[in-house]
C-alpha cells in the first residue's frame, strides 16, 4: 500500500492541510480575543460557520457522486485557499463581519472537500487495506494537530496574526497542487457510478435501512461525539478541579498519543478478530472512559480515562470509516459522507452546549454519569440487537447497499 503514490499524495495533503488548518483555528481565537468580548458571540461565529457546512450537506452529496472526486477536491481546495483573503481583509480592517465571512467560506470548502476525501479513499487502496489507510491517515491529522497548535502558538509570540493566516493560505495552496497528482482509475470510478445521473440526498435513509451494520456504526459514533464534544471544556474543568494549568497539557498530550497508538495497532486485531465486534469493543472502552472521568479530581485518574478513550476512538473510528466505506454502494458515497458530516456537526453542538449547561449546574462529576452511562446503554442495546439477537454472520457478510 505505501508503495502506491495517491496514498502519499493523501496523507502528505492531510499533514500539510492539517497544519494549515490548525494555523487558522488558532488565528481564529486570537482575533476574537481581540475584538469580540463576549463568550456567546463567540460562540455564534463559530456556530455560523458549522451552520453553513450543515446547509450545504444534501448539494455536496450530489455533487460529490455525480461528478469527479478528484475535481471536487481541487475546487473545494481552492476554495479553501481563497477563503483566507476575507481574514487578511478582517485583520486590515479589524472587522468581524468579514471574519464571519471567512468562517463561513472555509466551513462550505469543508463541507465538499472532507467527503469527497472519504469517498475518493475506497477508490485508490484495496478493500483489505482501508482500515490500515484509515488508521494512518487519523494518526498523520492527529499529528498535524499537536505540531500544527504548538508551531503556531510560538509564531504568534514573535510575529503577526498576518504571518500566521499567510502559513495557513500557503499550506492550503500546497495541498491545491498535489491533489494534481492524484490519480483515480477511470474504470474504477465507471463501476462505481460516478457518470450516472444525480441521485436524490433522500436516498441515503432506504440505503442505510438495507445496511444494519452501517446504520449501527453511525449510531455508535455518537459515543465518541459526546465525549468530543466537551472535551475542550471537561479539560478546563478538570483543571480547575485539580488547581492545575499543567494538567491541561498532560490531558492533551496523552489524549493524542493513545489516539495514535490505537490507530496504529487497529491493523494488527483487525487481521484476528471480527471488526464489528472489534467496533463495539472499542465503543464500550469510550463508555467506560467516560465513566471514570467521575475520579477526574484525582491526576492518575484523570490521564487513564484520556488515555482509555484516547485508545477507545483511535481504534474505533478507523473500523467505523471502514464499514462505511464498504457496506455503502461507492456510488452513493458522496451523499453518505455529507449525510454524515452533517450529523457530526449538528450532534457536536448539541454536546458541546449540553456540556456547558451540565458543567454550570450539576458539575462534572454528575455530567460524566449521565453522559457514559448513556453511552453504555447504547453499546448495549445495539450490541445485543447485531451480536446476539440477529446473530454476526449475515452483518458481516451483507453486500454493499444499493447493489
Not at 5 to 30: D, P, Q, R, T, Y
Not at 32 to 56: C, E, N, T, Y
Not at 104 to 119: G, K, N, R, T
Request: net charge positive.
Amino acid at each position: 500500500m505505501l508503495k502506491n503514490k495517491n496514498v502519499w499524495i493523501i496523507l502528505s495533503g492531510e499533514f500539510i492541510a492539517g497544519l494549515g488548518l490548525w494555523a487558522g483555528i488558532i488565528g481564529n481565537l486570537e482575533f476574537m480575543q481581540r475584538h469580540v468580548p463576549s463568550d456567546f458571540f463567540k460562540s455564534l461565529i463559530l456556530f455560523a460557520g458549522l451552520l453553513a457546512g450543515v446547509f450545504a450537506g444534501p448539494m455536496a452529496g450530489r455533487i460529490i457522486d455525480s461528478k469527479s472526486k478528484k475535481a471536487v477536491l481541487l475546487y473545494a481546495g481552492l476554495g479553501r485557499m481563497l477563503s483566507v483573503l476575507f481574514m487578511f481583509a478582517a485583520l486590515h480592517y479589524e472587522s468581524v463581519v468579514l471574519m464571519v465571512l471567512f468562517m463561513v467560506c472555509i466551513q462550505l470548502s469543508a463541507a465538499f472537500y472532507f467527503p469527497a476525501l472519504q469517498a475518493a479513499i475506497p477508490l485508490i487502496v484495496k478493500e483489505n487495506e482501508l482500515i490500515q489507510l484509515n488508521g494512518i491517515h487519523m494518526n498523520m491529522a492527529t499529528i498535524a494537530r499537536v505540531i500544527g497548535t504548538a508551531l503556531s502558538g510560538a509564531v504568534l509570540a514573535v510575529t503577526s496574526l498576518e504571518v500566521l493566516y499567510g502559513a495557513s493560505m500557503a499550506a492550503y495552496g500546497l495541498l491545491f497542487l498535489l491533489t494534481f497528482f492524484l490519480e483515480i482509475n477511470v474504470n474504477e470510478r465507471e463501476e462505481s457510478g460516478l457518470f450516472k445521473k444525480k441521485g436524490s440526498f433522500n436516498e441515503i435513509l432506504p440505503i442505510l435501512k438495507n445496511a444494519p451494520v452501517a446504520f449501527t456504526a453511525l449510531v455508535l459514533t455518537i459515543i465518541p461525539t459526546l465525549f468530543l464534544g466537551g472535551f475542550n471544556l471537561m479539560v478546563i474543568n478538570i483543571s480547575e478541579l485539580q488547581h492545575s494549568t499543567a494538567i491541561k497539557g498532560w490531558l492533551y498530550t496523552t489524549e493524542g498519543l493513545s489516539f495514535m497508538a490505537g490507530a496504529f495497532l487497529i491493523k494488527k486485531l483487525s487481521s484476528k478478530y471480527n471488526s464489528i465486534k472489534l467496533m463495539f469493543f472499542f465503543a464500550f472502552v469510550i463508555s467506560i472512559a467516560h465513566l471514570s472521568l467521575y475520579f477526574s479530581n484525582l491526576p492518575a485518574a484523570s490521564l487513564l480515562s484520556f488515555a482509555l478513550f484516547g485508545f477507545g476512538v483511535g481504534s474505533f473510528f478507523p473500523i467505523a470509516s471502514t464499514i462505511f466505506q464498504t457496506k455503502i454502494s461507492k456510488e452513493y458515497h458522496g451523499r453518505f459522507f455529507s449525510f454524515r458530516n452533517m450529523l457530526d456537526r449538528v450532534m457536536f453542538q448539541i454536546v458541546l452546549l449540553g456540556t456547558g449547561l451540565f458543567l454550570d449546574t450539576i458539575g462534572l462529576p454528575f455530567m460524566v454519569l449521565i453522559f457514559g452511562a448513556l453511552s453504555l446503554a447504547i453499546v448495549l442495546s445495539y450490541g445485543y440487537k447485531i451480536l446476539g439477537k440477529t446473530g454476526i454472520r449475515n452483518m458481516a457478510e451483507e453486500a454493499p447497499a444499493g447493489k
